[in-house]
Structure formats: C-alpha cells, structure tokens
C-alpha cells in the first residue's frame, strides 16, 4: 500500500512563497512518475506539476498558469517529492494533493493511482 503525506500548506499573502512537501513510502518517488494537483472550491481538480520518470533521469512539466513561479523536485534519498511556489497570486488558493503515477498521462489525474489527503494553500491580497 502506498501512502502520499502532504505537508506545508498554509497561509501567506500574495508575492510570498510556500513550499510543499509529499512524503512517500516505498521506492514510490524513484520509480514513478509524481505530480502535483490542485482543487479550488467549484472547480474541477486541475494538473499543476509532474516529474516524469526515465531511465535518464526524467522531465518536468508545469501548467501554463504556474510556469515560472512554481518548480517541482524531489529527493530520492528521502522519498520526497516538492513543490515550490513563489510569487504566489490568490488565484492559486486551493488544495493541493500529491500523486503517484500510474502510466497514464501525466497532465490528466487519470494518469494517478495514489494520492494524498491534500493540503491546503490560501493566498490573501
């Protein structure tokens, strides 16, 4: 069983930065595609970031809307997947869930078979 535990979300206000953790169990993080997703209140949950695994060391994407100001990474050793976000802007309040792949595409939660309990990230102006 795996198990994704999301951790530092909070409160902070527009320009200022937060950075997200997903602690994983298992080999999850070395072997696996990871991404980040996002659910606003009303909105269908949404693709942020994705760490694409290969046997050259694997890619990262980003939507367009986080591109610049949010970066993905992770930490094989500790079994930790990251997220970034600076120049925060209140449209990126929401909750944040870290995921497993599971071989479908990356940008799509149908690609994702494991995932957190979430974390929630709220930006006031």
């Known amino acids: 069983q795996v198990q994704l535990v999301e951790s530092g979300g909070g409160l902070v206000q527009a320009g200022g930065s937060l950075r997200l953790s997903c602690a994983a169990s298992?080999?999850?993080?070395?072997?696996?595609?990871m991404g980040w997703f996002r659910q606003a209140p009303g909105k269908e949950r949404e693709f942020v970031a994705a760490f694409t695994w290969s046997w050259t060391g694997g890619n990262t994407y980003y939507a367009d809307s986080v591109k610049g100001r949010f970066t993905i990474s992770r930490d094989t050793a500790k079994n930790t997947v990251y997220l970034q976000m600076n120049s925060l802007k209140h449209e990126d309040t929401a909750v944040y869930y870290c995921?497993?792949?599971?071989?479908?595409?990356?940008?799509?939660?149908?690609?994702?078979?494991?995932w957190g309990q979430g974390t929630q990230v709220t930006v006031f102006s």
């Open positions: 298992g080999r999850t993080v070395s072997a696996n595609n």
């Open positions: 995921a497993r792949g599971s071989g479908g595409s990356y940008y799509q939660a149908l690609g994702y078979d494991y």
